[in-house]
C-alpha cells in the first residue's frame, strides 16, 4: 500500500504539459502546477491574444502573470528524486494501442494493472484501489489485464458465462485453449460456455456443469501434461547432460588422438629418413668402390700408354740410325716389349647394383602407398560413431544439386587397369587401345577383363558422373578383394556378389549383381550418376542429363570398403570406347 501512496504521490506533482515530475514548480493563482519552462512556451504562444490560460481549468489571465518558483513543490520533487524514484514516461503511464486501458479513467485513459472476472472491467493503479479496500469487492476475481473480457458476457442474456455445456458447439470459445509447449489442451468441438440461463433455455438437457468444475477437471488434465512434459525435459536434460559428456570424451580423445598420431606419423618421418640416409650411404659407398677401382685401373692404362709411347720414339729413333752396326749392337735392347697386364678389351661392368636400389625403394614406395590407403579406409569403416540425430534415417537427395554436395572426385588406379586400357586425363579416364601398355606387373591387375577400379575407397555418402562413349560400357562398383586374374566370372563386374554394375550401351541398359541381370527401363544418356550410401546400404545409378531420372536403387549391406569401376565390354567394345569420371560442379 505504501508503494501505491507513492505512486499517487507522484501523480500528483507531474507536470500535465510534459507529462514528467516538475521541474522548477511554479503554482497558478487557480492552483494548478506546471513546470516553469512548459507553461511559459505554453504562453507565449497566447502573446499575440495577450490572454493568459490555464492548460488544465481554462481560468484566464491578464496581464501575463509573474511566475515565481513554487518552493515546497520544488523540495518534495528533490525528496522523490533521492529515494531513486522517476517520473515515468507518458508511454508507460497510458495504455497505448496495444494495451488494455482503464475502464473507469475519462479523458486520456491510464493503463489497467488489472481486470476483474466479476466486474468485467479492467482498472488502472489508482480505480483498483477499491479491490483492495472494500470487503465485498476484495472477493473479486483479479486477473491480469484482458481485452476479451466481453467474450465472458452471454450474447442472448447479457449475462457472466458461468456455466459449460459439454454438448453444444462454440467455435469462438478459446478461452481454455491452452498451448503447453507442443501439446494443446483445448476443450472438444462441441463444447462452449453459456450463461445461467442459457443452462435452463437453449441448453436445456444437456450436459452443463459449472465453469469452475470443468475448470477444475481440465486443471487435473492439464497438470498431468505438465508432467509428462516435465519428466520428457527431464530426460531430454539427462540426454543433453550425456551427449556433453560424450562431447567432452569425444575433443579429449581426438585431442589424444592427434598428439598420439603426431608422435607416432614423427617416429614414422624419422625412420624413413634414416633409411633415406642408408640408401644414399650404401648408394655412395658402392659409388666410392666402384669408382677407386675403375680409377686404378684407368691410371694403370694411361701409365702404360705413356711407355708404349717412349718405347715407340726409342724405336722411331733406332730405324733412323745409319751405322748398321750401332743399329743391330741396339737392336735386342729396344726392341724388347714387356706384356700388358691387362686385357687388351675393357669390359664395361653392369650398373645393375644402383638400378635394383632404385627398383626396391620404387617397390617400397608402393608398398606404402598400398598399406596407407587399405589402412586408413579400414579405420574409415571400423571406427565408432555416435548416432545422434532424431531421425531413423538421411533420405536421398532429390535434385541434382542435393547430390553434389556429396561430389567427390575419384581417379583410377593403374596398378589395377588391364593392358589394354590406357589411362588419361589425369587417370580419370579409361579408353579401349588395340596396343598393350607397357604396365608392370601387379596383383591388383585385371588380367581377365577390360577393367580398372578407382584409387580411392568410397564410406559414408558419396555422389560421381560418369561420361562415357562405344558400344559397351560398365559403371560399377566393387569390393576391393574382387578377383583379377581367375576365371572371367569371378572377375567380371556383375557376375559375382562382390561387385554391382550397370551395363550401358546405345540401345538399352541392364543392372547386373551376382550375375542376376535385371533390364532398366528409363531415358539414355551419356553421362551416369552415381550415388552411394555406405552405411546405410544404398546404391542408385541415374541417367543425367537436363533432369535426373533413376534408373535403378539396390538396398543392401556393404560389409567392406568399396571402389568405384570402369569396364568396356570385349565383344562390343571398338577402340576408342571410353568412361571417364567427370569433375562435376
Not at 650398373?351 to 598400398?370: G, M, P
Not at 567392406?560 to 568412361?579: E, K, M, N, P, V
Request: charged share 25%; aromatic share 6%.
Amino acid at each position: 500500500m505504501a508503494e501505491k501512496g507513492v505512486q499517487l504521490d507522484r501523480e500528483t506533482i507531474s507536470c500535465s504539459i510534459c507529462l514528467d515530475l516538475l521541474k522548477d514548480p511554479v503554482t497558478l493563482s487557480c492552483g494548478h502546477s506546471y513546470c516553469m519552462k512548459c507553461i511559459k512556451a505554453h504562453w507565449d504562444g497566447e502573446d499575440e491574444k495577450r490572454i493568459y490560460s490555464c492548460p488544465q481549468c481554462r481560468q484566464t489571465f491578464k496581464p501575463r502573470p509573474v511566475l515565481m518558483k513554487n518552493i515546497m513543490l520544488a523540495v518534495l520533487v528533490e525528496e522523490l528524486k533521492k529515494t531513486g524514484l522517476q517520473a515515468a514516461a507518458a508511454d508507460h503511464c497510458y495504455a497505448g494501442d496495444e494495451d488494455v486501458s482503464c475502464d473507469v479513467c475519462t479523458g486520456r485513459k491510464l493503463k489497467a494493472s488489472k481486470s476483474c472476472l466479476v466486474c468485467l472491467a479492467s482498472f488502472c493503479e489508482k480505480h483498483l484501489q477499491p479491490h483492495y479496500d472494500s470487503p465485498p469487492l476484495k472477493k473479486h476475481k483479479l486477473v491480469e489485464p484482458s481485452k476479451k473480457l466481453q467474450e465472458n458476457i452471454c450474447s442472448l442474456h447479457d449475462k457472466v458465462k458461468k456455466m459449460f455445456c459439454r454438448t453444444d458447439q462454440d467455435q469462438d470459445q478459446e478461452i481454455f485453449n491452452v498451448p503447453v509447449g507442443q501439446f494443446l489442451v483445448q476443450p472438444a468441438a462441441d463444447q462452449q460456455s453459456i450463461c445461467y440461463l442459457c443452462s435452463v433455455d437453449e441448453h436445456k438437457g444437456h450436459d452443463t456443469v459449472s465453469a469452475a468444475a470443468e475448470r477444475t477437471e481440465r486443471q487435473r488434465e492439464l497438470e498431468v501434461s505438465r508432467q509428462n512434459i516435465q519428466q520428457r525435459i527431464q530426460d531430454r536434460e539427462k540426454d543433453v547432460k550425456l551427449l556433453q559428456q560424450q562431447l567432452e570424451a569425444i575433443n579429449g580423445s581426438a585431442d589424444k588422438a592427434v598428439k598420439d598420431s603426431e608422435e607416432m606419423f614423427t617416429h614414422i618421418i624419422h625412420l624413413i629418413q634414416k633409411t633415406r640416409r642408408d640408401v644414399e650411404q650404401q648408394i655412395r659407398s658402392q659409388q666410392e668402390t666402384e669408382v677407386s677401382g675403375v680409377k686404378e685401373l684407368k691410371e694403370k692404362l694411361e701409365q702404360e700408354i705413356r711407355d708404349l709411347k717412349r718405347k715407340d720414339a726409342e724405336l722411331k729413333q733406332l730405324s733412323h740410325t745409319e751405322d748398321h752396326n750401332q743399329f743391330l749392337h741396339n737392336y735386342p735392347s729396344v726392341s724388347a716389349l714387356s706384356e700388358s697386364t691387362h686385357s687388351s678389351s675393357i669390359n664395361i661392368r653392369s650398373l645393375r647394383h644402383f638400378e635394383e636400389l632404385t627398383a626396391a625403394v620404387s617397390e617400397l614406395r608402393d608398398h606404402l602407398q598400398d598399406i596407407v590407403r587399405d589402412t586408413w579406409t579400414n579405420i574409415s569403416l571400423t571406427g565408432t560413431q555416435l548416432d545422434v540425430s532424431l531421425s531413423d534415417s538421411q533420405a536421398e537427395p532429390k535434385t541434382r544439386a542435393g547430390f553434389l554436395k556429396y561430389s567427390r572426385q575419384i581417379t583410377l588406379d593403374p596398378n589395377t587397369a588391364n593392358k589394354w586400357l590406357i589411362l588419361s586425363e589425369g587417370n580419370r579416364k579409361a579408353t579401349y587401345t588395340d596396343e598393350q601398355q607397357p604396365y608392370s606387373k601387379h596383383p591388383d591387375r585385371f588380367t581377365e577383363r577390360l577393367q580398372v577400379l578407382s584409387r580411392e575407397s568410397l564410406t559414408g555418402r558419396c555422389y560421381w558422373e560418369v561420361e562415357w562413349r562405344g558400344k559397351g560400357v560398365s559403371v560399377a562398383v566393387a569390393y576391393k578383394n574382387i578377383s583379377r586374374a581367375r576365371n572371367w566370372t569371378e572377375c567380371d563386374f556383375g557376375r559375382n556378389d562382390k561387385s554391382w554394375v550397370l551395363c550401358c550401351s546405345p540401345n538399352s541398359s541392364k543392372f547386373r549383381y551376382n550375375n542376376i541381370q535385371t533390364s532398366v527401363s528409363g531415358p539414355l544418356s551419356s553421362r551416369v550418376g552415381v550415388y552411394l550410401d555406405h552405411s546405410a546400404g544404398i546404391l542408385s545409378f541415374y541417367s543425367v542429363s537436363e533432369t535426373m531420372t533413376l534408373l535403378h536403387r539396390v538396398q543392401t549391406t556393404f560389409t567392406q570398403q568399396i571402389h568405384a569401376g570402369l569396364g568396356i565390354d570385349c565383344w562390343l567394345g571398338t577402340t576408342g570406347a571410353s568412361a571417364e569420371f567427370c569433375e562435376v560442379k
